[in-house]
């Protein structure tokens, strides 16, 4: 194993692959000689050239939709939009078009792409930089959507991103980027990841906690900190995909359980855990004992003040206080 | 004016636009029966500039279009009654009924589609070209979009695009003087369509689109500097639709005599009058053309309307494209429940009429949803209005732990 940044572990991904096959490329704004906004695409001009790392100029929906047509004409391209929050720029390309296409053609065209795009707060970047759309494309038909919050994921997973044939969106998260964790070793060391197999990082039999993205991490050290201090023994599951969703494992997890805490850094309306809980609720109802909580993202646009914002992103606190409500009365 | 091409080349030419007239008449006439539904927009008086473009493209070139395009597909070489089919939503229409006259797809003639957002096909164009340089491959994507389109982001973002990385594309505005209602001198601050990409390094030229050797001579050149120069060019049809923008169009925003002056200048009568003139077809030849388009388009009627509707268990195929049929990835074995609509083909019929008038949920497989009323669980103030079942289900009793 080796120990890798969430930021070099997407990057041997993309260079493993594009060395594979030929077909795939990368495009995106300041993605070449600027090495990428978040340094992801550091090197990749450098052993690649200008034809399969392009620099394009700052037009998010024509970028995407360049992208689109590439994937239709036999290419697999690699799409960077620099945060989640300029790719409401693409939002017509990704979902009128890259969604819609092979469905509406019915099967005639392909859109093999991938669209990255980090997102999440902790950096103080203020209300357009910092958002989490992971509930906003989890809704749409045709994409897929993946979130990893581990390098070993991240590199698996946009490994098998970049092989599938349909349209993923890319979630990163900004403040993972720096973050080290162990990746197996070698070219070609790692397998690409099977979309829709959740990870169960931590057993627990008094509570599950779903983690998404960044909030996988710190749903983990809630879980440590409840076993620690209450004695409580929580399942912690990262989705790692939200389209396709492993909610088998969930629910597994959940019929043991009989709690569920779902920890998200978006907004709280119509969101990943709005939409989990539904599920949890329609498909084991009978098993909860007490009602499915959420945290997530205060419902405001991020505010630039380190003060406000740590405020407005879920910590290990939140996480604790709302798995110990599921478990009121039964301590 | 140019000189007509060979005899067997104008009676293509005068066939293939005698063809898309009658069949757009058609489709015009069987949306009136309530046949083919939505939004249909007639291409009626814009046959010269389809067909003079697709008759200079070679069979591996693409052509992208807008939601304007069963003449376009049929120019491609698409067999109509597979357009008519999809105009009536039938399994055997383009995309299968998934698309309608806004979305009409031949991958096989490379006609890569119809798009019903104005400007959503430019960068899609952009990205064809782009994959076939990028392959090697000297295949030129022809892009066609409305007056309307050139005021889009799209517009402005791909033209720059595809100079900067000198794409082998040609981009054809089909200039029919009006965005939807809104004429070009209210929609366009500037209303030579053709200049509109100048600052970008792309050169324009504006052409008759009424006369279809003149677009033929416009497009070759295009077509030529894209792929012998890798070089984008613009070109301005200036052309007309007859019928409103869509069959819903009251028509307020223009006259009738200005209608009918265009008219004058039809496309067909006008290259079939000049064909005559010239001894390169006769009065048979060009009565021919018009029988063999009567005839298309009655078989493409009555195929249209043999054609099964797509069966409620295709509903969700193609949504996924799976990379290795039981392999490492199978998207939806994994994907929450979603829309019960797959059970529907078991239902009764008013369960399944409910279901295709788009009801998010129908009903159980077994039969209708259960009625809490119906269950002894009444609500207060909630007259109970069914007799109760004898059976027992009220939730929880199955319950494990």
Redesign the interface.
């Given at each position: 194993m080796a120990q890798l940044r969430m930021r070099e572990a997407l990057r041997d991904a993309m260079a493993e692959e594009m060395r594979a096959d030929e077909a795939v490329?990368v495009m995106g704004e300041d993605v070449g000689v600027f090495q990428g906004a978040f340094k992801v695409t550091e090197g990749l001009l450098e052993e690649f050239g200008e034809?399969r790392v392009?620099d394009?100029?700052i037009?998010e929906?024509?970028?995407?939709?360049?992208?689109?047509?590439?994937?239709?004409?036999?290419?697999r391209?690699i799409v960077e939009l620099m945060t989640v929050n300029f790719s409401l720029l693409a939002l017509?390309?990704i979902v009128?078009?890259a969604a819609a296409?092979?469905?509406?053609?019915?099967?005639?065209?392909?859109v093999?792409m991938v669209i990255r795009m980090p997102g999440g707060g902790g950096h103080q970047l203020g209300p357009t930089h910092s958002h989490s759309f992971e509930a906003l494309y989890l809704q749409v038909?045709?994409l897929?959507v993946a979130c990893p919050s581990t390098p070993a994921d991240g590199k698996a997973l946009l490994k098998?991103a970049i092989?599938?044939?349909?349209p993923v969106v890319f979630i990163e998260h900004e403040s993972l980027y720096g973050v080290r964790g162990e990746v197996p070793e070698g070219e070609n060391g790692t397998e690409?990841l099977?979309?829709?197999?959740a990870a169960v990082r931590r057993e627990g039999g008094d509570v599950t906690i779903v983690g998404v993205l960044k909030m996988a991490q710190v749903a983990e050290s809630a879980a440590t900190q409840l076993a620690h201090e209450h004695g409580v023994e929580a399942e912690v599951i990262d989705p790692r995909t939200l389209?396709?969703?492993?909610?088998?494992t969930i629910l597994a997890s959940v019929r043991k359980t009989?709690r569920a805490v779902i920890v998200e850094e978006g907004w709280p309306h119509g969101g990943v855990g709005a939409n989990l809980a539904t599920?949890i609720t329609e498909?084991a109802?009978?098993?909860l004992d007490a009602p499915v909580q959420r945290v997530t993202g205060a419902d405001v646009h991020m505010p630039y003040s380190k003060r406000l914002e740590q405020a407005a992103i879920p910590h290990e606190e939140h996480v604790v206080s709302a798995a110990l409500a599921t478990l009121a009365g039964a301590l | 004016m140019a000189d007509l091409p060979d005899a067997a080349t104008c009676y293509e030419l005068l066939a293939r636009m005698a063809l898309i007239r009658r069949f757009e008449e058609e489709a015009g006439r069987q949306y009136q029966r309530a046949r083919a539904g939505g939004f249909l927009h007639l291409a009626i008086g814009e046959e010269a500039t389809i067909v003079g473009t697709t008759s200079v493209m070679r069979p591996e070139d693409f052509l992208i279009g807008t939601y304007r395009t069963h003449g376009h597909a049929i120019a491609r070489g698409t067999e109509p009654k597979r357009v008519m089919a999809e105009l009536f939503g039938r399994v055997d229409g383009t995309s299968g009924g998934r698309g309608g006259s806004m979305h009409i797809f031949d991958a096989e003639k490379r006609f890569m589609g119809g798009y019903g957002i104005v400007g959503g096909n430019l960068p899609i164009a952009a990205g064809i070209a782009l994959a076939s340089q990028y392959k090697g491959e000297d295949a030129v994507t022809v892009c066609m979009f409305g007056d309307g389109a050139s005021n889009t982001g799209n517009f402005g973002e791909t033209m720059n695009l595809a100079a900067l990385w000198t794409l082998p594309v040609l981009f054809l505005v089909e200039n029919n003087l009006y965005g939807m209602g809104t004429s070009v001198e209210r929609h366009s601050a500037q209303t030579d369509l053709s200049k509109k990409a100048e600052g970008y390094g792309i050169p324009g030229e504006r052409i008759d689109g009424m006369d279809v050797v003149e677009v033929r001579e416009g497009v070759a050149e295009g077509i030529r500097q894209a792929r012998e120069e890798q070089r984008p060019t613009l070109l301005e049809a200036f052309t007309y639709r007859y019928k409103g923008h869509s069959a819903a169009d009251p028509e307020v925003y223009r006259e009738r005599e200005e209608v009918e002056e265009w008219q004058e200048k039809d496309p067909i009568e006008s290259f079939a009058k000049r064909c005559r003139a010239a001894g390169v077809l006769g009065e048979r030849e060009v009565q021919q053309a018009r029988e063999a388009a009567e005839e298309a388009v009655k078989a493409a009627v009555e195929f249209a309307e043999s054609s099964p509707e797509p069966a409620l268990d295709t509903m969700y195929e193609n949504l996924y494209t799976r990379t290795e049929p039981g392999g490492w990835y199978a998207v939806d074995e994994r994907s929450p429940e979603p829309h019960r609509g797959e059970d529907e083909a078991e239902m009764p019929d008013a369960a399944r009429e409910l279901a295709e008038a788009g009801a998010a949920y129908a009903g159980r497989p077994e039969g209708p949803r259960p009625n809490p009323a119906a269950q002894g669980d009444v609500q207060e103030g909630v007259e109970e209005q069914i007799e109760a079942p004898d059976r027992d289900v009220s939730p929880g009793e199955e319950d494990e732990d």
């Open positions: 490329f034809r392009r394009t100029p037009s929906n024509t970028i995407v939709g360049t992208g689109v047509g590439a994937a239709m004409n036999g290419l391209p017509d390309q009128n078009h296409i092979p469905y509406m053609f019915n099967g005639q065209a392909r093999p038909p045709g897929l098998a092989r599938d044939d349909n690409p099977r979309f829709g197999e389209r396709p969703l492993d909610l088998d009989n599920l498909q109802f009978d098993y | -």
